[in-house]
């Protein structure tokens, strides 16, 4: 049974990526059998695990806009248990090249049908951003997993998202859920850290992880060598968090 | 003679509104006349301003799709000599509802004709993408601004951006030039942050600032309060940076 979680907020830099990367080497390690989809034309998921334009073949783009086989873009990464579906900068083209189309929306979920079999877990790192891209990964996710930095711009977004997670809710895909809000970058001696913990704590109770990532300079510095912060510095506190994440969930869907 | 900025990089989270909004405010404590424009359907330039989606009446929206006068949707702000055009949510729907136009990168070049007069620097904040906002904003720009955090992601896109700016350059804007790279979230302990500084120079040598902007707690709490930071605490490190980049952008225009 494929579980797939969006990881998704319009707010730029709250930790999308390296949530997305470091939760899937995590799980994998863990034993799950996982696929991270780089959803995003920044292509950040693929360089933090080691590719670049020149290394992959086909990407996601060719899947949702060129039809190409999905089982086609598949790379296998140094963890074991653990794929990735490439982007390249192309993506960012498919939201002008798709607004023609019928079922624009459901491109994404109608693609990864066909492999949900062979995973456990499908995660898609979204681009910053409530577009097209974005729409398709909710509509194609069970649930959705949002970072959130502990800062004011950040929580000010948050009711942006859950209207446009509901939208799809009612629209396009009704069994969509919220995964959880992951808080990232918390620093514990500042006041704004807390003040934002306290708040998504009070407003949504059950969708807090009780796992909370610090700030730390392991998390981005892995990306510049191609590796998940557990191959990078597995000793790291914020390794271990990720770790505690995947724990967490897996605990969950027991 | 107005010079018309625009403050962009798709990667999230640099600093695109922070250098906006502070820099504007900087520059109207320098004596100069100031618009920023909110160009952002997240709106964070106009929240870090103080102002709310209830307190604002037509904004950059309704000036691109609409044809409201953009005179209609200047909004004086606590600071004097700094106007802003809010932005809201409905921002978003833009780049989908203006794909049938023509010259649907020309609106907001053609929006700000009728008011450069009024001011020596007009600021525009950028969403985190290259989608048709940026495009109208690099279309109607002299000059971008390119805030850099000091962090490998971020490095990455660089190449992006500039190819973007060149492609614009060549297309719709033949008098786009760079204003220069701001690094932000500089940490001196950090090995990263010396060695994106070390490329930049070395990559960019003409391009870079001398003023860089370190990580700075005020910076983040600034926005709650409604604020520019050299209200909230103009003691503060981070608030005499951005006073000293105000002083290096009005040295060059001379
Ligand atoms: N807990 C953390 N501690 C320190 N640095 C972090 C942490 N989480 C993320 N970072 C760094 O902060 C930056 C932003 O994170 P990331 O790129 O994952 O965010 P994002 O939401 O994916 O951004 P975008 O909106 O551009 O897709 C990156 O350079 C990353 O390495
Ligand atoms: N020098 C700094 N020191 C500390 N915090 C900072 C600094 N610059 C920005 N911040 C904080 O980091 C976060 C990201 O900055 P900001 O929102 O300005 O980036 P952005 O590029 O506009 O993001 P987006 O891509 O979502 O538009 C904000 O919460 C901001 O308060
Ligand atoms: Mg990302
Ligand atoms: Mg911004």
Redesign the pocket.
Known sequence: NCRVIAVANQ???VGKTTTAVNLSASLAVAEARVLLIDFDPQGNSTSGLGFTAETIGSDIYDVIVNDVNIKDTVLHTEIDGLDIIPARIELSAAEVELIQENAREKKLKQAVESIKSSYDFILIDCP?SLGLLTVNALTAADSVLIPM?C????MEGLGQLLNTINLIKESLNPELSIEGILLTMYDSRNNLSKEVMQQVRTHFPDKAFNTVVPRGVALSEAPSYGKPVLLYQPKAKVSECYINLAKEMLEKVK
Chains 1, 2 share one sequence.
């Open positions: 707010k730029g830099g910053p930095q800062e004011y711009y950040a």
